[in-house]
């Protein structure tokens, strides 16, 4: 079945540091692709979604690029801050287009 | 323009009990899907509703139910509860579009503890 693979966190980096999470995917199809944040106590955010291949979704300078050949939509942004401190999720819908397949989501921790 | 709302916040039960967790769409959605989301895990699926009906169902028993009403909010129902229900329960609205949902936009959830 359709599946999101994250990889595993905790990431640690300071200030200004570049990010990156990695996020593959398996899916019957090219369906849409999301990411989504989680501050701490809080409910899901979303952060930059992509619709087609070679779609670059982007928001708050958090970047990813849907690619199809390698079937992946890595999170990437150039200088994170300490309020990026957050888990953050990889997610595609289900084939019927209903529900949401959440990967097991990434832990960053930013520090000053 | 209000975003998904969640009732209540936090919520205490002990094993056994019934509990009803509340929810209200984005302005202008039509669907509502409702999600449990374990600690340190992603969320799971649990069921969506479209037109006050059952669209689709995850994995979960009977003793989760829900409802919809007329104005899209929506209400989860778990009955007997075990202490596994112990999660943070999250509603999501989005608006149906040719049998499939657009993107989905979260609340801030429920936090249910069992006890």
């Known amino acids: 079945g359709d599946s999101v693979t994250q990889m595993e966190g905790p990431v640690t980096l300071s200030e200004e540091a570049f990010l990156t ?3 593959t995917y398996t899916a019957t199809g090219y369906p849409s692709l999301f990411w989504y944040v989680q501050y701490p106590g809080e409910g899901l955010q979303l952060l930059l979604k992509a619709t087609k291949a ?3 979704g982007s928001n708050k300078g958090f970047e990813a690029t849907y690619r199809k050949e ?3 939509f890595h ?3 150039g200088s994170v801050q300490v309020s990026d401190s957050a888990v953050y999720f990889c997610a595609l819908p289900n084939q019927a287009g209903t529900a949401l397949i959440f990967g097991k989501g990434t832990t960053l921790s930013v520090s000053s | 323009d209000a975003g998904v709302t969640q009732s ?12 009803t967790l509340r929810c209200s769409p984005k302005s202008g959605h039509d669907t509502v899907s409702w999600y449990q989301q374990a600690l340190g895990q992603g969320p799971q699926f649990i069921f969506q509703y479209y037109e006050e009906e059952e669209r689709q169902r995850g994995n979960f028993p009977d003793r989760f139910s829900g409802h919809q009403f007329p104005n899209y909010s929506s209400e989860l ?3 007997a509860l075990l202490l596994g229900d112990s999660a943070l329960y999250l509603c ?3 608006l149906e579009r040719q049998g499939r949902t657009d ?3 979260f609340g801030p959830g429920t936090r249910l503890t069992v006890l």
Request: glycine letters at 4%; proline letters at 3%; charged letters at 20%.
């Open chain 1, 21 to 23: 999470i990695n996020c």
């Open chain 1, 54 to 56: 070679d779609d670059k």
């Open chain 1, 70 to 72: 390698t079937t992946s």
């Open chain 1, 75 to 77: 999170l990437e942004k």
């Open chain 2, 8 to 19: 209540p916040t936090h919520l205490i039960k002990t094993r056994g009990q019934q509990v």
């Open chain 2, 77 to 79: 129902n778990v009955n």
């Open chain 2, 92 to 94: 999501a609205s989005s």
């Open chain 2, 103 to 105: 993107t989905q936009y």
